[in-house]
């Protein structure tokens, strides 16, 4: 079965490739509009081979985690907050939903201004396009918690940020997943965007040199790494964190 | 000690924007060590009326004493065993039990060895790994009722416990929980729709009215222990408490 599914997807690669060399053969459009699958995968073997790849790569993923840890610990202190006192919620909670609707580049020329060209300002536009999907999913999970975990909890003797750590977090980790899995995506959209915008290292950074170089391959072939790089955060690290959680929770 | 007082407890309901009293001024002595079940027509609020013993609402008006001490929050000196059980998906059944010593602060070996001792008695030494999703229902209320022993409270408060347990699991605690009465000498107060139940459990069963409730009766059940339900000598019990609750209809 699992075999099975691989192969399914093997073959519907391999058909893309195929395709997509049947159309450059038939020359339809120039080269240097239209690039061969051959000449994309050259561009990735020489970033590979001199190392840039991996360098862009490297500089993209720690702006990546530093700006969305600190959305996820930003995200879930407000979230929390919102979901256990009201009047933050009617206050702050009515602002997250309007801040959440900013498109992420939509906060660099800010960025930029508040934090020059730097990887600060990469940074924050990273955790702040992230930081609200957390928030209201967090809100959302500690709002679902079965009132009598929270009233157990109390009469046993919780209270504070015991009944926050033991209670509260545990209890709404099945949404928490959520937020962190759609963070994870508006953090990676982000980061992507603004090193685009700020032109200063990174994945985005190296497709921008490639628009500005007219090497469509090299755009394209950034942009292959960059799905690629998507594919295997979200298979492997929140699919599974995901299963987990799930099966210790109950939940399937 | 364990003697826990409820005077002229008070409680409005909000219905339909209305406010609706369901508590009439209930007063209510239970000494130390005593075993009472609390029965009433539904909706008479003595869930309710328990959840303020608990401290986890507040009367409207009436006050709480235990041992003679004003009571005004939730602690773990009168613990609740929920009817659902409300037991943390999250941990393991041993997790669970010691979950209270942990927020007291208690060291882990001993936190170890007093959760065996309450495993071991509520026949869950097997299970102390499993999650609660992979318990029955009534496995997940020996474990609740454990969670609530290990906390050594002077007041044991128990909802319904037993309402959504088949018959053979539950006559089984009904057995087990006076052994554990029997054994720990706790002050239980425990409610209950079934009026059998309440019949085996009780050493006294105190009989709420209809809205607004009063404690309309109050019955000492002197019998032998362990009883089981379908001893005949219990059923002159069970009749004067069905007769008590029969004499009240909606006013």
């Not at chain 1, 700006?67 to 930003?74: K, Q, V």
């Not at chain 2, 004003?70 to 037991?87: C, H, S, W, Y």
């Not at chain 2, 669970?96 to 959760?115: F, M, T």
């Not at chain 2, 869950?124 to 992979?134: A, D, K, R, V």
């Amino acid at each position: 079965m699992k075999a099975n599914l691989l192969s399914k997807k093997i073959a519907f690669y391999v058909l893309i490739i195929i395709v997509w060399q049947g159309i450059d053969s038939a020359e339809i459009w120039p080269d240097n509009m239209f690039p061969s699958p051959v000449e994309v995968g050259e561009d990735l073997l020489y970033g590979l081979s001199d190392g840039s790849l991996f360098y862009g790569i490297a500089t993209s993923m720690w702006r990546l985690i530093i700006g969305l840890s600190i959305a996820i610990g930003g995200g879930m202190l407000l979230g929390i907050y919102m979901a256990r006192v009201e009047t933050v919620n009617q206050t702050i909670g009515s602002l997250v939903l309007g801040l959440q609707s900013i498109p992420s580049v939509a906060w660099v020329p800010l960025a930029i201004l508040w934090f020059g060209l730097s990887d600060s300002g990469i940074i924050f536009v990273t955790a702040i396009g992230a930081i609200f999907a957390v928030t209201i999913n967090t809100y959302t999970g500690v709002k679902n918690i079965d009132p009598s975990f929270i009233e157990a909890a109390r009469n046993m003797g919780a209270k504070g940020s015991k009944l926050v750590t033991t209670i509260l977090i545990p209890a709404a980790f099945p949404y928490m997943i959520t937020g962190f899995k759609q963070g994870w995506a508006f953090a990676w959209r982000g980061v992507i965007g603004a090193e685009l915008l700020f032109s200063f290292l990174g994945l985005g950074f190296l497709l921008n040199v490639g628009r500005q170089l007219n090497d469509v391959s090299q755009v394209i072939a950034m942009m292959i790494v960059i799905m690629g790089i998507g594919i295997l955060i979200d298979g492997f690290v929140f699919k599974k964190l995901e299963d987990k959680v799930m099966t210790k929770w109950g939940l399937r | 000690m364990g003697k826990i007082e409820a005077k002229n407890i008070i409680k409005y309901f909000q219905h339909d924007g209305k406010p609706l009293k369901a508590l009439g001024g209930i007063n209510l002595t239970v000494n130390d060590g005593e075993f009472v079940c609390i029965v009433g027509p539904s909706g008479c609020g003595k869930s309710t009326f328990l959840r303020i013993l608990a401290g986890l609402e507040k009367p409207d008006d009436g006050e709480v004493l235990l041992d003679g001490k004003k009571l005004v929050n939730t602690g773990p000196d009168r613990i609740m065993v929920f009817q659902e059980g409300a037991l943390f998906p999250w941990l393991t059944v041993q997790d669970n039990v010691e979950y209270g010593l942990k927020v007291a602060g208690i060291p882990k070996n001993e936190r170890h060895d007093i959760s065996k001792r309450y495993l071991d008695m509520m026949q869950l030494s097997q299970f102390e790994n499993s999650y609660t999703y992979q318990l029955s229902t009534g496995m997940k209320q020996r474990v609740a009722i454990a969670r609530a022993l290990v906390m050594d409270p002077d007041v044991l408060l128990m909802d319904e416990p037993f309402a959504a347990l088949d018959s053979q699991t539950r006559d089984l605690l009904l057995v087990e929980m006076q052994m554990i009465w029997q054994k720990t000498k706790k002050t239980i107060i425990f409610v209950t729709h079934n009026v059998p139940e309440a019949a085996v459990l009780g050493s006294r069963v105190a009989i709420f009215s209809h809205r607004p409730s009063v404690v309309k009766k109050s019955l000492d059940i002197d019998y032998k222990r362990p009883r089981v339900t379908e001893d005949e000598n219990l059923a002159k019990f069970e009749k004067e408490i069905l007769s008590a609750l029969r004499h009240q209809g909606p006013k």
